[in-house]
């Protein structure tokens, strides 16, 4: 079965350190899509990047930077220069199928960053 | 962007009462709708899949008769819990399936207060 597992659950850090959320996960397939949302306090999840798992070239976009390892199964994700605007929880995902055969997702337990100022 | 609403954001009932959520895809018709449930510094739990024209997929334990989904229309899915009790007091999220391969565009949630 698909699972999601964000060991961290809590991370607090000062502006402008550097802070990786970590993310494992197990799968039953060989292609697969991974994600990762952000969930600020007004609740609403924040798409932040999706990945197929053909493509293990990491990937930066601005402070963020995520890294895609297959063979320990991770996909975690780094913010680089934290601001107090990052403070939120965070969710990785991994793509799954519904009874009915419909794409669906299945998010880790979440891990909430205090980003202080 | 794709964009998804929810109404109401908020909504306190009385135990026993019914209540309707609304999702909808504003610029796009979207086949397939989620719902979630998240409880408090927990994570998002699919209750259900609303596919348009025909009955949801409800996910283990998940009561069907209790959380009514209708999927009448590409843009619209509504969440009804029904003879709603405390513990269904929850934040309800919705989601609609995109173009790209499992990209969902969430809603921006409803929170549920059963008193």
């Known amino acids: 079965a698909q699972k999601v597992t964000q060991a961290q659950t809590e991370i607090s850090v000062v502006e402008k350190e550097d802070v990786t959320l970590d993310c494992v996960y197990e799968?039953?397939?060989?292609?697969?899509?991974l994600f990762w949302y952000k969930q600020p306090p007004s609740g609403e999840l924040v798409f932040l990047i999706r990945r197929n798992s053909f493509d293990e070239q990491n990937e930066i976009s601005g402070r963020y930077s995520w890294n895609f390892q297959k063979s320990t199964s991770s996909f975690n994700f780094t913010i680089t220069a934290s601001q107090v605007v990052d403070s939120a929880v965070y969710f990785c995902a991994l793509s799954d199928y519904t009874q009915g055969g419909s794409e669906k997702l299945v998010f880790g337990k979440g891990m909430k960053l205090t980003v202080n100022p | 962007g794709a964009v998804v609403s929810q109404h109401p954001s908020w909504v306190i009932c009385k135990s026993g009462t019914s209540v309707k959520i609304e999702c909808r895809s504003l610029d796009f018709q979207a086949t397939t709708m989620f719902w979630y449930r998240q409880f408090p510094k927990q994570s998002l739990m699919l209750m259900a899949t609303s596919n348009e024209g025909s009955k949801a997929t409800y996910e283990q334990g998940v009561e069907k008769d209790k959380f009514l989904i209708n999927h009448a229309s590409l843009t619209l899915s509504t969440l009804t819990v029904t003879s709603a009790h405390p513990e269904d007091s929850s934040f309800y999220i919705c989601?609609?399936?995109?173009?790209?391969?499992?990209?969902?565009?969430f809603g921006p949630g409803t929170r549920l207060t059963v008193t």
């Open positions: 989601s609609a399936l995109g173009q790209v391969r499992y990209e969902q565009y």
């Open positions: 799968t039953r397939d060989t292609t697969y899509y």
